[in-house]
């Protein structure tokens, strides 16, 4: 009996990796690397547990996915593996979307605008409890999260953009309109920047409030500016973790990190190249 449990337990894990290192990070475990690629861990912080993936887009491709750019077919977790193939490292829901699926806000990708910066009123998190704001990256490969006054007002070159809100974290400070032990709590994920260069995309495993989420950016990954992306819908696909895309409900807005194989391809080449002239030196 105990050999027939062992070897379905260990099945389990087989099917589903993700949640067999999920389920060891309890809530006294502080911090529990994930995977072999370095990009993700689990962290608890003040009792509440965390998925994380950070990452540098000068290393990484960061992309974006919406209905616009594909002639009105929506996307999912699985159509996106299906164009990245073995590149997709990591994708989730990135930003607040409409009925009809189309973001609410700013959506740029590739350098194209396919939305405009929202400016108007209306009801949601997204409108009451401001500032919304930018996650954006710039051609340069630098990361931002800025309010979408400021975005407006600098007139940003973005290769990539999505609007949300509330803003978590400005310049150090928690957003003001959010209430400690709060009972206004959910499934919630967002993004935040750390040093130049780092993003780091967040989704909660247990049920948070704003206040939990700002304080986690801001006091346990040093993000001195950080934005909430969605609630209940977040969803995370990373494979290396997975087997296949757990099934959710339809999502509007996609985030994507893939391998950055050609210019890696690329260095090696070089690399070799050099060495090669330099051990042939007749």
Not at 32 to 41: E, I, N, R, T, Y
Not at 112 to 137: A, C, E, H, Q, R
Not at 188 to 211: A, C
């Amino acid at each position: 009996m105990r050999i027939k449990l062992f070897l379905l337990f260990a099945f389990a894990c087989l099917v589903n990796p993700a949640k067999s290192q999920l389920i060891k990070a309890g809530n006294a475990i502080e911090e529990q690397k994930l995977g072999k690629s370095g990009l993700f861990k689990q962290i608890t912080f003040k009792g509440k547990r965390y998925f994380i993936c950070e990452v540098d887009p000068r290393q990484y491709n960061i992309t974006l996915f919406n209905k616009l750019q594909n002639e009105a077919e929506t996307y999912s977790f699985t159509t996106i593996s299906s164009l990245k193939k073995k590149k997709l490292l990591f994708a989730m829901n990135g930003g607040m979307f409409e009925k009809d699926f189309n973001p609410v806000g700013l959506f740029v990708t590739d350098g194209k605008t396919y939305k405009p910066l929202k400016t108007s009123g209306g009801t949601g998190n997204f409108y009451d409890l401001k500032p919304n704001s930018v996650f954006m990256i710039d051609s340069n490969n630098n990361p931002q999260v800025v309010t979408s006054e400021n975005f407006a007002a600098e007139k940003y070159k973005a290769e990539i953009a999505t609007q949300s809100g509330p803003m978590l974290v400005i310049d150090r400070t928690l957003n003001n309109n959010f209430k400690e032990a709060s009972l206004n709590i959910n499934i919630r994920n967002g993004v935040g920047i750390t040093g130049k260069h780092s993003v780091v995309f967040v989704i909660s495993v247990n049920k948070v409030d704003f206040y939990e989420m700002a304080q986690l950016f801001r006091d346990k990954l040093n993000c001195d500016n950080a934005l909430y992306l969605d609630g209940f819908v977040s969803q995370y696909f990373a494979p290396e973790l997975q087997s296949a895309p757990e099934p959710g409900v339809p999502l509007g807005v996609f985030i994507a990190v893939s391998r950055k194989w050609r210019e890696r391809k690329m260095l090696c080449l070089h690399f070799h190249f050099t060495q090669n002239l330099i051990s042939f030196n007749p």
